[in-house]
Structures are given as C-alpha cells and as structure tokens.
C-alpha cells in the first residue's frame, strides 16, 4: 500500500533530534551542578533515543521503497503515466513520477519510455533538492538526492548535493544550538518547514508540469514542420523529375527522324496488273509502311485502296522493295500510288 508523504516524515527530523538531545544534557547538568548522585554515582546521562530513532539516510538502494518495487511492469508503467499527468513527479513519498519510473526500469531496463522519462524528470529533481537545502527540509533533500543518485549514480550534481545538505545541517544545528531555540520552537519551525515544502512543491511541480508540455508541443511543432518541409521538398523533387522527364521526352522527339528525313537510294515503280492494264483501269493505293535503321522497309500495309484490292498486291511489293539512306531511328510514313495505264 502506498502511503503519503506525511505518514512517511518522523515527527522531528534528524537535527532537532541531534539539539534536543544537546539541549536535555544541558539542562541535566545544570540541575545537578555539582552534586554526587546517590551512592558516589556520576550524575545521570541522559538517554540517547532520540539518536537511535532518527530516520535511516536514504540511499540509492533505499530511494524507492519496496511497496512501489512490488508492484507489476503494468501497475507501475499506468502509475508513472497517472503521477505525470497529476503533476507528482518526485513527491509525495511512493506516490510520485520519478520513483514509479526507476522502478520501472529496473524491472523493464530497455523500456523507452521509462528511460525517456527519467530524462526529463531529473533535472527538476536536482533544482528541487537544492531548494530543500535552502529550506533546511534536510530529510526531503537526503530523499531527492538519493533518487538523482539511483537515477543516475554518476550525476555531476550528486557530490555537490551531498556536500552542500551536510554542511548546511550542520550549520543549522550550530545555529539553533547558539540562540538556545527551545525543542517547542524547533517543533513548530519543523511544521513551518513541512507546509512549506509542500507548497514549493506543489508550485514547482506545476512549473515543471508546465514547461513539460511546453517542451513537448515545442518538439510535436517541430516534427510537424520537419514532416512538412519533408514532404514539400519531395514534391519539388518529384516536380523537378518529372520536368527532366519531359524534357528528355521533348529532346528524344526532336532528335528523332522524322519522314521529312528519309533519304530514298531506291523507289522502283510498281509493275501494273495485267488484268487492270487491258482494261484500261485506274487507281490510286495508300500504302503505310516503315523504314528500319539501316534504311530498308521493314513493314507495309495497305491503308486504302480505289478500286479495293486491284492495285494491293502491286504496291506493296514496289513499297517494300524501296531503299532509304540509314537513319538513326524507325520511320512509319504513308505515302499514295497511283496507278494509270496511260501515265
């Protein structure tokens, strides 16, 4: 069961602890000055409890507690994507974005998305444990650095973090201990802290929340316009082919011969048909036919003949006799035959 950030805070933290113990052995020496405790004893220490309750610091191993570790792939994957879009994306305590994704990862390492997220979420993480040293909520920076630690052990950040929360406690309790602030003052600053942690964090989630989606609509905007130059720059490509296409088509035709380029070297005239010549006929026959490359008749076809089939015969074989100079391509013309016995 994950519990909240409040149930998981001791009721004082680490260096009140630390002064309230200073503090009680001063006042236990102070009420017994100089005097011997019954039968020659020293006088009476007090006890150290408050020491051995203090919280255990947190460390990589301990940033995510078993309950989120318990959990399944699935339950920590919809967990994460929930935490994230309700902008807990390092606190609460077990409730938040960046422990469900380290867990994630370690169950799933080559999950994309968790690696992606954790990416995203550290930087903010480093900025909030900077601000809890500012703030002196020494317990909530141990936490925040342990997660940048378990994150990423080789942070640039870590050993300044580190540094920076363990002279700045001591510090506080050289502070506290110099102005005498009673154990009831320290209680009610530790209250001040706790309400204005979770103010800060509130606020700075939703900043960070925010520049999130700014980053992700500033990327989505950026594939779109990639996509669309992409797809304008094929057109134009496309464009440019198929005009270098045409032209080559153009440059093609007008290199090609054409009828007017046919050379004859022989045209012999058609024989006349007996029948037709006794009888003193005429008649014309259109003949389409086509030149090869090295100037012969590769094909004829009768494409009209008056009378119909008298003067067929003779014109395709006169046609298909002819000889032309060679030429760089085939050449299909028509050309008309008359026929006159007279002529």
């Known amino acids: 069961m994950i519990v909240s950030n409040r149930e998981r805070q001791p009721s004082r933290p680490f260096a009140v602890a ?4 200073v503090l009680a052995v001063g006042l236990a020496l102070a009420a017994c000055g100089s005097e011997e405790a019954p039968g020659g004893a020293a006088p009476a220490t007090p006890a150290t409890t408050a020491e051995t309750q203090a919280p255990p610091v947190p460390t990589a191993e301990t940033a995510v507690s078993d309950a989120v570790s318990a959990l399944s792939v699935d339950e920590l994957r919809e967990a994460a994507r929930k935490a994230y879009g309700e902008n807990r994306l390092y606190a609460p305590v077990e409730n ?10 370690d169950k799933a390492p080559d999950d994309a998305g968790a690696s992606s997220a954790l990416t995203d ?14 703030r002196e909520d020494f317990n909530e920076a141990r936490r925040l650095a342990a997660l940048v630690e378990k994150a990423q052990p080789t942070h640039p950040a870590l050993d300044r973090l580190k540094t920076n929360i363990e002279a700045r406690e001591k510090a506080a309790v050289a502070r506290v201990a110099a102005e005498a602030t009673s154990a009831e003052e320290q209680a009610a600053r530790q209250v001040e802290i706790e309400r204005q942690r979770l103010a800060d964090q509130k606020r700075q989630q939703e900043q960070a929340a925010r520049e999130l989606a700014q980053k992700e609509a500033a990327d989505k905007e950026a594939a779109e316009a990639k996509a669309e130059s992409d797809r304008i720059a094929q057109q134009q490509a496309e464009q440019r082919a198929a005009e270098q296409r045409a032209a080559a088509a153009r440059a093609s035709a007008a290199a090609a011969p054409t009828a007017a380029d046919l050379r004859p070297l022989s045209m012999a005239a058609p024989t006349f048909p007996r029948d037709a010549l006794r009888a003193r006929q005429t008649g014309e026959v259109v003949v389409e036919y086509t030149v090869g490359t090295d100037g012969s008749v590769t094909s004829a076809r009768v494409v009209r003949s008056e009378p119909a089939r008298v003067f067929d015969r003779a014109a395709l074989d006169a046609v298909q006799s002819w000889r032309f100079q060679p030429i760089s391509a085939p050449v ?7 026929f006159n016995p007279g002529g």
């Open 96 to 105: 938040n974005a960046v422990e469900y994704y380290l867990a994630l990862r």
């Open 121 to 134: 979420l550290l930087p903010m993480t480093v900025i909030a444990t900077e601000q809890s040293i500012t």
């Open 332 to 338: 299909t013309t028509r050309r008309a035959i008359g």
């Open 18 to 21: 630390r002064l309230s113990l």
